[in-house]
């Protein structure tokens, strides 16, 4: 599709980019499932200043409780905490695997339509710097470059065009994990903050697509995601003030279109699946930081791939996915520790 003129303008949009998640993930140059961040993406994002990471003090454990609803059923919205409270997604996947432009607000567990993008668009990431929300990239029939504030005003651009990525935020730099250019699976870690022009600061061990990302003691943790066709299972961590990615661990399976959060200390992995589109998990994963190792914490109501999920104050909003039966859910989920 074309892009309306602040999307169009950068020049960045790539042919060919990701596509659904009714779709296996593929080898460059075809057609992808859509990914999960935040993220999260699903498109996920924490915030955390930089700092060494303490040891996480034995293992934890998580309630999940069914707190409300979006407005409609949504597969991959980019997600973000806000600064001042609660949660925004950006655009997704509806039902019927058409990429949606809603910007959806959630406050007190209450979620609200407040606007639409540019341009409908699915696969972006999004992370929060002070009190804005930002999305990086994303795709509908192609890949873009667009840096976003909240949703519509177009501040920058990536290096390259990148959907199937994810963001998280260290110290009021952003950093976009990994992605996919429209041909080229990307093994990047892009670095940008308001006011400046997004850079390549590391690469990642080989490329990789749709992985779990977040924040946790001023280190980008990230774990899964697609390698070429393959779902992976290394956790890495990247720390910006060395500049190096190093293996800390393994999940205990290969895992794909996964959530990343921070709660307790701790770099939650939040549903996911294997490299079969009805591989959904319901396992929520907790990784210690400080040795790399990752334990079960708890259980979603259901296997889900392709949710959103937001640390907040004490808690992980979790939200929409797609189950292993193909159905895509509007459900918000908390997720706190017993």
Same mark, same amino acid.
């Given at each position: ?10 020049? &960045? ?10 779709? =296996?993930? +593929? ?18 994002? =924490? ?13 934890? @454990?998580? @309630? ?21 409270? /609660? ?19 959630? @406050? ?13 668009? !699915? ?7 002070? +009190? ?18 909240? /949703? ?13 990525? =994810? ?57 899964? /995601? ?30 794909? !279109? ?18 079969? &589109?009805?591989a959904q998990t319901d396992a929520i994963l907790a990784?210690?930081?400080? =040795? ?16 959103g999920a937001a640390t907040l104050a004490g808690r992980? &909003? ?15 989920? +908390?997720?706190?520790?017993?």
């Amino acid at each position: 599709m074309r892009f309306p003129p602040v999307l169009g303008a950068v020049g &960045l949009l790539a042919i060919s980019g990701c596509g659904s998640t009714h779709a =296996t993930a +593929s080898a460059p140059g075809t057609a992808a499932g859509a990914g999960a961040t935040a993220a999260g993406t699903s498109r996920t994002t =924490t915030s955390t200043p930089r700092g060494r990471t303490p040891p996480a003090a034995g293992p934890l @454990r998580v @309630r999940v409780l069914g707190v409300g609803h979006i407005p409609a059923p949504t597969q991959d919205p980019a997600t973000t905490a806000l600064a001042r409270g /609660g949660a925004v997604l950006f655009g997704g996947l509806n039902q019927a695997d058409v990429s949606v432009g809603s910007i959806v607000r959630i @406050r007190n567990d209450k979620a609200t339509a407040t606007g639409t993008l540019p341009a409908v668009m !699915h696969d972006m990431a999004a992370t929060a710097i002070g +009190s804005h929300a930002y999305t990086f990239g994303g795709g509908n029939l192609g890949s873009s470059g667009v840096i976003l504030r909240d /949703g519509t005003a177009q501040v920058s651009t990536l290096p390259v065009a990148a959907s199937d990525a =994810t963001a998280t935020t260290v110290g009021g730099t952003a950093y976009v994990v990994g992605g996919y250019d429209g041909a080229t699976p990307l093994d990047t870690i892009v670095a940008w903050r308001p006011g400046t022009r997004a850079r390549v600061v590391a690469h990642l061990p080989r490329p990789l697509r749709y992985a779990a990302v977040s924040a946790v003691g001023g280190r980008v943790l990230i774990a899964g /995601g697609t390698s070429g066709a393959a779902a992976r299972r290394e956790i890495l961590a990247f720390d910006p003030v060395t500049g190096k990615v190093k293996t800390i661990g393994r999940l205990p399976a290969v895992l794909t !279109h996964a959530a990343g959060a921070t709660l307790g200390g701790r770099f939650l992995v939040i549903g996911g699946r294997a490299d079969s &589109l009805t591989a959904q998990t319901d396992a929520i994963l907790a990784v210690d930081p400080a =040795t790399g190792r990752a334990t079960t914490a708890g259980h979603l109501p259901r296997g889900l791939s392709d949710a959103g999920a937001a640390t907040l104050a004490g808690r992980v &909003l979790v939200v929409g996915g797609r189950d292993q039966g193909g159905v895509v859910h509007d459900g918000i989920y +908390s997720v706190s520790a017993r």
